[in-house]
């Protein structure tokens, strides 16, 4: 995870044409996820429109009281006033509950949306290919799973909700003003020139500010991250009180952006208030010397004052909406950027079924470079027969693993052909595909759970049984069995701790129980002391039997049990014989062989 990924990613400039498909894609993604709940949406557009339409009656029918109903009741008439008075209640009432099952709607609405995206992302990001992940940072994989999504959350859960309601409440408030009291409505449209120009400012101003809150809290997520995951480097090399420094300057920083924002709220609250007030003032005026002159009810003066004032009710949260939405935008592409990608090593569009597995392995004329082009493989040949075991060996970085990726299919070759028993491995199923070839590696990740659920990986329907059997195979139960709670132990729990050796027994047992037809170790076998070591290579004589297999190490221990020796330099292969063949020779393997040897003793 790098800090330069996420300056990098608010800096970029985007051509016009890049900008466009930017936007295409993400109202593609916006409109996939609002067909499921189209009619759902316009359910909730109704309730809000009704509420908000009822509200609006309130202020009509206080003026209706005050100028007819009220002057019957002093002439002793009371019903018209008992009838106004119902009706508001009536009006009050509906408005509330309508308001209460918009909101309550809306709110399953928007948490239907925002699952289905949330899945949606995490089973994406997930499938893509390893290519994908090594050039966009677990940083940025989080930041789309965490502050993105969080982005479009707010703005769906208040900022959505409030802007219909606000819009639709200004927009009726004015037509009932308009219809009330043409003057005053005059007045109400004088007011929305300082309006506009105070909350343009606003917005300006908090989308400057809001851009910078999230690049410095974005900083502080990414130092902290970096230096929790690093901690035992942190620690070895006594970095804290440097680290300390640092984190306070940042937390600084994000305090001095926020207390901007603060401020910013400070000018704009009192600004709208006094806007509102002035404005009542002048109707109060305008409207009292008509009332005086009996142009006027007492009562249409009353209610257009109530509706001056509500007018500015909305105001601040709509002003707060667009910066809402302009970083639930911004989410929404990037995500949408992350769900159009697609794997680099594709599932085949019609694929081969393997007749019958056997484990011939051949590489044709493959040459491979990663992303960066930098050639690793130039015209690779290489031929390994069904049931043979390979010692593949080399200095580092020769290209042994990257040979061993390439078999795993984590890569695809940018020319010739890897293929399994002669069907080029881009036409095989996934899933075919992962239960032929297994590959162990030196990290032996486990996953939270017992030890029997991480064995089990390799064959999720495994019995207890079948589990045990393969621990046994390679060695492993008599250490499992000495854990807390023997196979049921939390690898992940205080006493289920388990060493980088043991963690690499318990891969092996994983890879035993799923029965592949080739196996690949790389460095597999590096954390393992000498008599472990030797333990395992019992075991892995069970393990091998009947499969191909690349054993890549780089103690020469495991060459006793290989049936061929492939020495590899710079992509190719400089030497490939027996193991006793090239032992007595004197080659570059002669040496390697006699270097080791003499170290063991
Ligand atoms: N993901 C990657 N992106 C770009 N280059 C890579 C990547 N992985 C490996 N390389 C480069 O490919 C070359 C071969 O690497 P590879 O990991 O295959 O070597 P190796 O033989 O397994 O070495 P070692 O014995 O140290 O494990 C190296 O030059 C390395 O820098
Ligand atoms: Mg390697």
Known sequence: MSMQGVQGEEKVELTKAEAKRVRERSLRLLFSLIAPVKNRLWGSLVLVVSSQALRVVGPYLIAVAIDQALPQAIKGNWTPLYVTVIE?????????????????????VNQDIMFDMRRRLFRHTQNLSIEFHETYTSGRVIARQTSDLDSIKELLDSGGNEMVAGILNMLFTGIALLLLDAQSFFILLVALVPLYFLTIWFQRQTRINYRKTRVASAKLIVYFVETMTGIRAVKAFRKEKRNEAKYSELVEDYRSV?????QLFGIYDPGLIMIGNITVAFILFFGGSRVVDHHLGIGVLVSAIFY??????????????????????????????????QPSVPEPANPIDLAERKGHLSFKD????????????????????????????????????????LIARFYDPIEGRVALDDVDLRDLRD???????VMVTQEAYLFSGSVADNIALGKPDATREE???????????EFIEALPDGYDTDVNKRGGRVSAGQRQLISFARSFIADPTVLLLDEATSSLDIPSERMVQ??????????????????????SIADRVIVMEHGEIIEDDAPATLIQGTGKFAKMHKAWRDSLV
């Open 366 to 405: 493959v040459s491979f470079a990663y992303s960066n082009g930098k050639q690793i493989l130039p015209k690779f040949n290489l031929d390994i027969p069904a049931g043979q075991t390979i010692a593949l060996v080399g200095t580092t970085g020769a290209g042994k693993s990257t040979l061993a990726k």
């Open 258 to 262: 926020n207390a901007k924002v603060i």
């Open 88 to 108: 508001y209640l009536g009006a009050a009432i509906s408005a509330a509950l309508l308001i209460a099952f918009f909101l309550r709607y809306a709110q399953k």
């Open 308 to 341: 001056a004032r509500r007018f500015f009710d909305p105001m601040e949260n709509l002003a707060m909406f667009y910066n809402a939405y302009q970083s639930a935008n911004s989410a929404l592409e990037k995500i949408s950027g992350v769900l159009e990608e």
């Open 538 to 559: 019992r075991g892995l004589q069970t393990l091998l039997k009947g499969r191909t297999a690349i054993i890549i190490a780089h103690r020469l221990s495991t060459v």
């Open 431 to 437: 899933s075919d595909l992962r239960k032929a070839i």
């Open 467 to 477: 589990i045990i059997a393969s621990a046994k195979a390679v060695g492993a139960h």
